[in-house]
């Protein structure tokens, strides 16, 4: 099969074979195709194409991102999607070759995620309760925190949360993470109490909507925006907000941070890494290891801030 002509549509070949064979989520697909679209732009400015690219010209793209001050990590994705892009063209016939498979990437340089103590998360779920311009706000608000602590959901599974997911007040709901893969989390006593309250609310209103006239929207959190639902964006700069309410410093507190907060905690308190990792949806127990790490670190801050023989005006 003879190469298409335009990268564009290298990239866009790739992108939907990505989908419908990998079931590659839809954030993916986007990081590959702005890394990839970079790596054609920069191959353009050069005279050249994906077709003709050689080993020495992939090299000569990483020089040139190490030198836009692109961090290893964002290196060593780029150069993975574009090592996948040619082996997908190595695999239809475009390609002879695959340009970037002897190349060894810049390694990514692992930092321990930042994690909030038992107390911060406690302050801010409080705050949560409180933060909203009338009672429907606050009820949401809370019930988003209480159900993102509970369950370690991504923000993006939790805002497009179905409806149908908490009926009946379940203990455990079915949630649909990366690569359209399913799993189940489990809902805290003061979760199961938020949902019941924020759904009392949301029922209330669904049913206003339908009596004027407006169809009835599928999510737990709905939104008038394009996409239905809460966005992860406008749940970002909510849970800033909630931060500072609470007095914990907003630098601290993310949706990802109250994820690491879960796993950190369930660690400490003597839950199995196998259960913490189907509980996140890692497929690589791997990826969910680095908790213990983030606890070695707890555990060390702790001996340094509070052994006698840490505190240098101690006399001997």
């Known amino acids: 099969m003879s190469a298409p002509a335009q990268g564009q ?20 697909q986007l990081a590959y ?6 790596f054609l732009s920069w191959l353009e400015r050069r005279g050249g194409g994906f077709a003709g690219t050689r080993q020495a ?48 990437g810049p390694g990514a340089s692992q930092s321990l995620p930042k994690t909030l103590s038992v107390a911060d998360v406690e302050r801010i779920l409080e705050a949560a309760r409180n933060k909203g311009r009338n009672p429907g706000e606050r009820l949401r608000n809370r019930a988003l925190l209480e159900v993102l602590y509970a369950t370690g959901m991504r923000v993006s599974e939790l805002v497009g949360l179905p409806v149908a997911a908490v009926r009946g007040e379940p203990r455990m709901i079915m949630v649909k993470g990366k690569g359209d893969k399913e799993r189940m989390v489990p809902l805290s006593p003061p979760a199961r109490e938020a949902l019941r309250d924020w759904l009392g609310w949301r029922d209330t209103e669904e049913d206003r909507s339908r009596k004027a006239g407006k169809p009835a929207s599928k999510f737990l959190f709905p939104s008038s925006g394009a996409e239905g639902h809460l966005t992860r964006h406008h749940f970002y700069v909510l849970i800033k907000d909630i931060a500072v309410q609470a007095g914990v410093s907003p630098a601290l507190v993310t949706p990802h941070t109250l994820r690491h907060a879960f796993a950190t905690h369930l660690l400490a308190g003597g839950a199995d890494l196998m259960v913490i990792q189907a509980l996140l949806g890692h ?22 801030t509070h052994h006698p023989l840490a505190n240098p005006a101690r006399k001997t």
């Open 283 to 304: 497929a690589d127990v791997a990826t969910t290891e680095i908790y213990t790490h983030v606890l070695d670190e707890h555990l060390k801050d702790l001996v340094l």
């Open 9 to 28: 549509i290298w990239i866009s070949t790739f992108l939907a074979a990505q989908a419908a064979d990998l079931g590659a989520a839809r954030n993916t």
């Open 57 to 104: 010209d992939v090299e000569d793209y990483l020089v040139f991102c190490e030198a836009q001050g692109l961090s290893k990590s964002t290196r060593a994705r780029r150069l993975s999607a574009i090592r996948q892009l040619y082996r997908f063209a190595h695999e239809e016939g475009w390609r002879a070759d695959n340009p970037a498979l002897r190349l060894k």
């Open 33 to 38: 195709g702005r890394d990839l679209m970079d």
